[in-house]
C-alpha cells in the first residue's frame, strides 16, 4: 500500500474494505495494454451516480428553482474541469496506475484522466458501499462549493490554468467587433493563447464575451485531449 493511496483515502474520508476495487478505480487503460481491468466502467457507474446525488441535493438545496436553474447548477459541478480540480485537490493524480508513454506525457495532469479517475472512485464506493456512503462522499467533496442559483462558472480563470497547463502561456483575449444601438449593443471577442487562436465568443458586455470565448477554448482543449487518448 503506498502512503499516495493512504493519503487519498484520508482526503476521501472512506477507507475501502476491497483494495482490488480502489485500486481498479485508479488504473487507466494504459497500464494494462488494453487488457479489461481498468477504470473505464467504474467510470461509467461514479458519472451516473453523481448525476442523480448532485440533481438531489440541488432539489432539496434550491425547492423553488426552476428547472433551467437546476440544470444549470448541476452541469457547473458535474463537469470535467470541476472533477479534475477536486482530484488535484485530493491528490488523485499520485495514486493514478499509468502505462509508461502516459505517465511521461503529463497523464497524472491531464483533465480528461483526473476527471475520470474521480467519478471510477465515486463508482467504487456505491458499488461497494452503497448510495449513502458515496452520497455522504460527493456531498462533502462538491456541495462547499455550490453557491446561490445563478452562480456562473469562471471559465477564463479555467482556460488561464488549462491553456498554462496545455501551452505553457496565459491567454489573450481581443475585441473582434461590436454592434446594435447603445442600449442593446453586442460584442464579439476572440481568445488566442502563443499562435493558437482557440475561441470566439459573442455576449451583452465585453466581459460576457470574453467568458463565452474561453468556454469555446475550454471545448476545443477538452477535444484535443481527447483525441490524443487522454481519457
Known amino acids: 500500500m503506498r502512503a499516495t493511496d493512504t493519503k487519498l483515502e484520508q482526503a476521501l474520508n472512506y477507507r475501502f474494505a476491497d ?18 481491468g481498468d477504470y473505464e466502467r467504474l467510470e461509467f457507474l461514479g458519472d451516473a451516480v453523481l448525476d442523480l446525488i448532485v440533481a438531489d441535493f440541488l432539489m432539496r438545496r434550491f425547492p423553488e428553482a426552476t428547472e433551467g ?7 457547473s459541478i458535474v463537469n470535467t474541469y470541476t472533477l479534475a480540480g477536486k482530484a488535484r ?17 503529463g ?31 460527493v456531498e462533502a ?16 480563470t479555467e482556460l488561464q490554468e488549462a491553456g498554462y497547463r496545455r501551452f505553457g502561456e496565459h491567454p489573450v483575449y481581443e475585441l473582434a467587433g ?22 470566439i465568443g459573442e455576449g451583452s458586455s465585453k466581459k460576457q464575451s470574453e467568458q463565452a470565448a474561453a468556454r469555446r477554448a475550454l471545448e476545443v482543449i477538452s477535444g484535443q485531449q481527447h483525441e490524443r487518448g487522454g481519457a
Open 19 to 36: 483494495r482490488g476495487l480502489f485500486l481498479l478505480a485508479l488504473t487507466h487503460r494504459s497500464a494494462v495494454d488494453g487488457a479489461r
Open 107 to 137: 497523464g497524472r495532469d491531464k483533465v480528461s484522466i483526473l476527471a475520470a479517475a474521480f467519478e471510477a472512485l465515486i463508482g467504487a464506493i456505491y458499488t461497494e458501499s452503497g448510495f449513502e456512503a458515496a452520497q455522504r462522499a
Open 69 to 75: 436553474t437546476l440544470s444549470k447548477l448541476r452541469a
Open 178 to 199: 461590436e454592434s446594435g444601438p447603445e442600449h442593446a449593443k453586442r460584442f464579439v471577442s476572440r481568445v488566442r493563447i502563443g499562435q493558437h487562436e482557440l475561441g
Open 89 to 105: 485537490a485530493l491528490g488523485i493524480g499520485d495514486s493514478l496506475r499509468l502505462g509508461k508513454g502516459e505517465e511521461n506525457s
Open 141 to 156: 467533496l462538491l456541495t462547499p462549493d455550490i453557491g446561490a442559483p445563478g452562480a456562473q462558472r469562471d471559465y477564463k
